[in-house]
């Protein structure tokens, strides 16, 4: 049923999600330990729909006129959970090319074998971008044991997504499950910015409880961006959104974190904050047409 659809346009969506999560392989096999997502659920107030499928994402966004930015996260090293594999939400992803933007997760813990995974996902799958989850990963962004990957990346020419900030994952759990919330602090891609200026990285969501941290490295670094998931808007410290109307206006993104919250929650909050005219369709769409290397018509 969806064989045929062309390739995403970018003239032809409203905006573009940067930040989606596939929570949901086809065979049901979930990104999460049973017990991390029910944690997560009740975290995130989520009842119903906590984990849909691709299939069923692809609808929700091309309905809307939108495009998502698709992925799960790799942290088997830590949880011992196998994740969704990464060719599978490219294969996903690739039924539905008009609305889906494949990126992959890769744990840096693979070295070398990950190295080469991350090359042959961009070069035999399409894979778009990459993104990581340094507190459920376990690990620092700043550990060289990660540059080798973080190198092909940049080589590859395709952006890098951090989590950063604290986490709905583990949290209520003993120990909040072993997670480091340290290991979000995006002081710490500080360091991976300037050693790698060829590297696009992205901070996800607003950064709590370290939101000027983020607004200093995306100010400093030209190769750092942020995008805007994880919050509804009408909680957005009023620091962001005075960046985002101003010195950071190319360089913010609109992301959701959907499943957890819903593009039309976003949207209609975000339609309420004190956004120039000018400022709005950057945030929406053309700064996420940049960071890709997405050709528009």
């Known amino acids: 049923m969806t064989a045929n659809r062309a390739p995403l346009d970018p003239d032809t969506v409203d905006a573009i999600d940067f ?3 596939a929570e949901r392989a086809d065979d049901g096999h979930e990104s999460l330990p049973p017990q991390h997502m029910a944690a997560s659920a009740k975290y995130f107030r989520t009842t119903g729909g906590r984990a849909p499928g691709i299939d069923e994402i692809a609808e929700v966004y091309r309905s809307r006129r939108l495009a998502a930015v698709l992925f799960t996260v790799d942290s088997e090293s830590v949880t011992g959970h196998p994740p969704i594999p990464n060719e599978h939400v490219a294969a996903a992803a690739a039924r539905h090319p008009d609305v889906l933007i494949p990126f992959a997760s890769i744990d840096p813990h693979r070295g070398p074998a990950g190295v080469a995974l991350a090359r042959r996902l961009v070069a035999e799958h399409g894979v778009r971008g990459f993104k990581f989850h340094p507190s459920l990963q376990g690990f620092a962004p700043d550990d060289r044991m990660a540059y080798p990957l973080y ?4 080589e590859l020419g395709v952006p890098a997504l951090f989590h950063s900030g604290q986490t709905g994952i ?9 997670i480091r919330l340290g290991h979000s602090n995006p002081m710490l891609l500080d360091a991976v910015a300037a050693d790698l200026p060829e590297l696009t990285v992205v901070l996800a969501h607003p950064s709590f409880p370290w939101q000027d941290e983020a607004l200093a490295v995306a100010s400093h670094k030209p190769n750092v961006y942020i995008d805007l998931s994880g919050w509804a808007p009408k909680y957005f410290p009023a620091q962001l959104v005075s960046y985002a109307n101003g010195p950071l206006r190319h360089k913010v993104l609109f992301g959701t974190d959907y499943p957890l919250i819903s593009p039309d929650r976003w949207l209609a909050e975000f ?3 004190p956004i120039k005219d000018e400022v709005r369709p950057l945030i929406l769409k053309h700064n996420a047409v940049h960071v890709l290397g997405l050709r528009t018509t």
């Open 19 to 21: 930040h989606v999560h």
């Open 271 to 273: 339609a309420e904050l």
């Open 151 to 154: 190198e092909a990346i940049a």
């Open 170 to 178: 583990g949290a209520g759990m003993p120990g909040g499950a072993g």
